[in-house]
Nanobody, 115 residues
Framework: QVQLVESGGGSVQPGESLRLSCVVS??????????QSWYRQEAPAKGRELVA?????HYADSVKGRFTISRDVAKSTVYLDMSSLKPEDTGVYLC?????????WGKGTLVTVSA
């Protein structure tokens, strides 16, 4: 059973940085066979916004130049380095793994940016 577990969220002030991590377990294919992404959900009733994706280095316009996605295949971990955080970056950040049109999701980690 594939499981994704996020960590690293927290409460920070504008301008600060955070690193999110997502550890994948139970995935029987090499990690680089899959696409991995980070999504943000501002509220339960709102949809999920794609923040960053690898491979390909796709980023939402709102985070370009501030966020960096990377992954360590040997550790089965994908990271999201976030800098110059803004209040509008607040939300639950969810890790996604997609292979052959099948999506796997973590439960998310909350990031709150406020003064």
């Amino acid at each position: 059973q594939v499981q994704l577990v996020e960590s690293g969220g927290g409460s920070v002030q504008p301008g600060e940085s955070l690193r999110l991590s997502c550890v994948v377990s139970g995935f029987t294919f090499p990690m680089d066979y899959a696409t991995q992404s980070w999504y943000r959900q501002e509220a339960p009733a709102k949809g999920r916004e794609l923040v960053a994706m690898t491979p390909g280095g796709h980023y939402a316009d709102s985070v370009k130049g501030r966020f960096t996605i990377s992954r360590d295949v040997a550790k089965s971990t994908v990271y999201l380095d976030m800098s110059s955080l803004k209040p509008e970056d607040t939300g639950v950040y969810l890790c996604n793994l997609r292979i052959s049109s099948t999506d796997y999701w973590g439960k998310g980690t909350l990031v709150t940016v406020s003064a």
